[in-house]
């Protein structure tokens, strides 16, 4: 490979997000509408499509197809079944346990966590008296099952909450309060979605609630508050700084944190001109809004647990600065749902490393493995109850040895992958069609062993493969649903782009060192592999490619990168490499900009299939992504439309999309971000970054959108020295969580 740098760069790294904010942030007074967000809106017709001149001729044979993802209910569905596994959840714990007192049903940190938010709610403590505690030894729970159980059928559950669609009622009364604020009514469903039935009376009274809705930014619900309350609204109004505190961690979940530094949370309330930003944070926390947590290392001097302090005592420590030889004390707010998430995670994975079978003899198994990273990873899963593994793409036939491996011992044991062509992949690696399958549809129960009448998995082995997209969430649902005895082998590539929930579960376990950790010595062959491999360790380096698996084509300007990336797809794969263009992926930094996903999208309809757009954009043969909820990329293509609504095709699957749900979860599929495209690969990728896409660029995304194809990859390159200079200098974004410090206060196994 030829580096030839050029330009510059935009869009970040988390677009979903980001595409939720942009579609929003119209109006000055008045709430603006909110355009999808992430999973959507029909791709709009913007540039044309390239010429069929010949830009840079590729010269090389590849791949094999990569199929796309399967499909997935509507996000309605999921959330409901997200509700029924937790409340089966609650209730297999209240029939094991008699009732006690509030906030107790949770073993440890986070039973006092849930004693408190209930003591906060019951107005019998104020927010302020809570801090985190440390952790105590889970208790222990039900044994594995003795047979495997009759698979149970569930509806879908998400990976993140999803909302409920609003009754027409409902959204109506909506309507009006939002016509009497001067908002577009094209907020009312949102709105009546995520604050429930009686979301006009809550707007009445609590106008600053619009910042609950996705997409509406403080501004817009000041003009709204403004509008409803007149000169009773103020800038330090309670019902707004409790909002404004919300939406700032909302954000940040966004972002990919569990908690926020309280410090970070005041900053930001006063460039909201909030007079005083420590009594805004304390306000929000006796009301309940947030949690306050201090930093556990913080809390213990002398050997012994510190008092709790209230917020405003932490916040004054904070700004005086730390006295004597004291730390200076971090306090964090978070969100109950991430912090209880966290709270069951890290005492879940403690059960699961306390009740595993130390004793097992797995050497003979070992010792036939197929390389010698995969014997030592099925040695470390013999002796451990959770292992955690890494390495690169080729390193993936580790874990599925392990599970042909754990087949062989008479273990029940399956694979799961983010999406459906991990499945695929990881299928034919184990030799066994019923061995893999997708996270969420093992969590749904559409897929895998079945549950026990326990809600337990029939599992005596589970694998997570792609777990770097395993997000807090998902994770303790996942966790929650595995039995004591059950080992759980968390595997990935820590050099890939982050979940697109919130959290950063693998790389909290490796980094409190919970459990042995396997590094794949497996690299991953050819150029490709090569190029890859130097970006994750900080170097762009020029490699050798014979065979052009690996080709850069300079570009000058965002209308050439369009340009030069149609010809690429459509003729210079094909003819040169012998991908067709219904295997070659097209990815780029962000879906805005003159070349990022919308402009690509619709430069390549116009070239691969030209249609007038008959259904909301789309024509039949287009080539799609469809998003049922946030975080999930399902591909696929359009088959035709009708009053049903648009029909798809997602990896041999049909699938409806609703006629008013098209606009916001299916958007044309030949150019993806990389966040969509981690955890899938195709036999050619073409990479595209404009000029102005440097902003954009990190290690960690270079690394995923490099790696996405299998025998050939194309670099549309306009970024200059941007490329070599993220690579080397832009390490992933950090995301603050608790995971880490709750693992790493966690007992160790056979501690007494």
């Not at 094209?186 to 006009?200: M, R």
């Not at 944190?257 to 005041?266: K, P």
């Not at 490393?353 to 197929?370: H, I, L, Q, R, Y």
């Amino acid at each position: 490979m030829t580096a030839h740098p050029r330009g510059e760069s935009p869009d970040p790294a988390a677009e979903d997000d980001e595409a939720v904010e942009d579609a929003v942030t119209q109006a000055a007074d008045t709430p603006g509408t909110p355009d999808e967000g992430g999973a959507g809106s029909a791709e709009g017709a913007d540039d044309g499509a390239g010429g069929a001149e010949g830009a840079q001729d590729l010269e090389q044979a590849p791949g094999a197809p990569a199929s796309p993802a399967p499909a997935l209910s509507e996000a309605e569905a999921e959330l409901a079944a997200q509700r029924e596994l937790r409340e089966r959840i609650e209730q297999r714990k209240a029939e094991r346990e008699a009732p006690i007192a509030a906030g107790t049903k949770l073993s440890g940190p986070a039973a006092d966590l849930l004693a408190a938010v209930r003591a906060v709610e019951s107005g019998e403590k104020p927010g302020t008296a809570f801090f985190d505690s440390p952790a105590s030894a889970p208790a222990p729970r039900r044994a594995a099952p003795a047979a495997p159980a009759a698979p149970v059928r569930h509806s879908p559950a998400p990976e993140r909450r999803a909302h409920r669609a609003a009754s027409p009622e409902a959204a109506a009364s909506v309507a009006e309060v939002l016509a009497e604020g001067g908002a577009p009514g094209a907020l009312a469903g949102a709105a009546a979605a995520t604050l429930g039935e009686g979301a006009a009376g809550v707007l009445r009274e609590d106008p600053w609630q619009l910042l609950s809705v996705p997409g509406v930014r403080p501004e817009q619900a000041d003009g709204f508050a403004r509008a409803l309350l007149g000169a009773e609204c103020g800038p330090d109004d309670g019902r707004r700084t409790a909002a404004l505190v919300g939406w700032l961690l909302e954000r940040a979940a966004l972002r990919g944190h569990t908690a926020m530094d309280a410090d970070e949370v005041r900053t930001a309330l006063a460039g909201f001109a909030v007079t005083d930003p420590g009594e805004a944070v304390q306000q929000a926390a006796a009301e309940g809004v947030v949690l306050v947590f201090q930093d556990d290392e913080a809390e213990e001097t002398d050997g012994g647990a510190a008092e709790p302090e209230g917020t405003e005592e932490a916040g004054e420590a904070s700004e005086e600065g730390p006295r004597g030889d004291e730390e200076p004390v971090t306090v964090l707010l978070g969100l109950d749902r991430y912090a209880l998430a966290e709270e069951s995670l890290a005492d879940g994975l403690a059960r699961l490393v306390n009740t595993c079978e130390k004793g097992a003899d797995w050497t003979e198994t070992a010792a036939a493995a197929p390389s010698p990273s995969a014997g030592e990873l099925i040695r470390a899963a013999a002796t451990a109850g959770l292992v955690a593994h890494s390495g690169g793409e080729s390193a993936r036939a580790e874990p599925a040895a392990l599970v042909a491996a754990a087949h062989g011992l008479g273990l029940r044991a399956v694979g799961t992958t983010h999406s459906e062509d991990g499945r695929r992949r990881l299928a034919a690696a184990v030799g066994d069609p019923g061995s893999a399958v997708t996270l969420s549809a093992l969590l749904s129960g559409e897929d895998g062993p079945g549950r026990d009448a326990d809600g337990a998995f029939a599992l005596d082995v589970l694998v997570v493969l792609d777990a770097p997209q395993l997000d807090v969430e998902t994770a303790a649902m996942l966790v929650e649903s595995l039995a004591d005895g059950t080992r759980l082998v968390l595997s990935g590539d820590p050099g890939v782009l982050g979940s697109a929930g919130a959290g950063r579960v693998f790389a909290d376990v490796i980094a409190a060192r919970a459990c042995p950790h396997v590094v794949s010595r497996t690299p991953d062959p050819g150029p490709i592999g090569e190029l890859v491999s130097g970006i994750g360790a900080g170097e762009l380096a020029q490699v050798e490619a014979p065979g052009k698996e690996v080709v850069i084509v300079p570009v000058r300007d965002a209308g050439e990168a369009v340009h030069r990336t149609v010809q690429l797809v459509a003729d210079s794969v094909p003819r040169a490499i012998g991908v067709p263009s219904s295997d070659t992926q097209v990815i780029t930094v962000g879906h805005g900009g003159s070349a990022g996903t919308t402009a690509l999208n619709a430069a390549l309809k116009q070239r691969l299939n030209p249609g007038p757009g008959r259904f909301g954009g789309f024509d039949p043969g287009d080539r799609v992504v469809h998003v049922p909820s946030p975080g999930r990329v399902v591909p696929g293509s359009v088959v035709s439309a009708d009053a049903e609504g648009l029909h798809l095709d997602c990896a041999g699957t049909p699938v409806v999309v609703p006629q008013d749900r098209v606009e916001t979860s299916v958007r044309h599929g030949w150019a993806l971000s990389a966040h969509q495209a981690a955890g899938m690969r195709w036999p050619a990728a073409v990479v595209v970054l404009p000029g102005d896409a440097a902003r954009g660029l990190s290690r960690p995304w270079v690394y995923t959108a490099f790696s996405r194809g299998e025998r050939h990859l194309s670099v549309v390159h306009g970024v200059d020295q941007a490329l070599p200079r993220a690579v080397a200098e832009i390490p992933a974004q950090e995301r603050t969580t608790r995971l880490r410090p709750l693992l790493e206060a966690l007992p160790t196994p056979d501690a007494s």
